[in-house]
């Protein structure tokens, strides 16, 4: 299948396949050393059944110290929570498989301190962009009842219809990219 998309010269189109999420950094840096404690968006692409999942990886790119644990390893997912909640969560991998790593394709056991999380620790989610919802979200909130700044613009949505896709953005939601967090979107 081609797919055409027209860009000016100095913009690039990115295209994400339904079901996925895409953590990206944007700001722009001359490299990746000094994006370490940069802020990530989601970008969330839904597919027909309105679900997204996507992994992150992180560790200091310099050394093998991930070899002994000192890595962020997150799951990022995006399921219907009932009839009418989107529910976006972010889960430590790490502890799902019992602290446990893939390391060079093989599960190796990980533990003990973690200097390289505990240095960014800060590091935030500064946007989410959910592509695809069908309606008009009545409220957005974290799962502890804090209240979010989002905004939606209407469009096409993840179970059918041509053209642009509807778009929701919410805005800070004072989440950081190393914790277990969820996110409430009632339609």
Do not use: C
């Not at 999420?21 to 802020?39: A, C």
């Not at 997150?74 to 799902?96: C, E, N």
Request: proline share 4%.
């Amino acid at each position: 299948m081609n797919v055409t998309v027209p860009s000016a010269l100095h913009e690039l189109p990115l295209l994400i396949r339904g079901g996925s999420i895409v953590p990206t950094r944007e700001r722009p840096r001359r490299s990746s050393s000094l994006m370490k404690k940069d802020p990530f968006t989601l970008r969330i692409a839904l597919d027909a059944s309105e679900q997204a999942s996507g992994d992150l990886y992180l560790d200091d790119g310099d050394s093998y110290k991930y070899e002994t644990g000192e890595l962020v390893w997150r799951r990022f997912s995006a399921a219907k929570s009932g009839k009418s909640t989107l529910k976006i969560s972010s889960d430590d991998l790490v502890a799902i498989y019992g602290g446990q790593d893939v390391v060079d394709g093989a599960i190796v056991p990980v533990g003990g301190t973690n200097a390289f999380k505990d240095s960014i620790s800060n590091v935030r989610v500064e946007k989410l962009v959910v592509y695809g919802l069908k309606s008009k979200p009545s409220k957005v909130a974290l799962e502890n009842g804090g209240d979010v700044e989002w905004e939606f613009t209407a469009g096409a949505t993840a179970k059918g219809g041509e053209g642009i896709a509807s778009v929701l953005t919410i805005r800070d939601p004072m989440v950081k990219v190393v914790e277990d967090w969820s996110i409430e979107v009632t339609l």
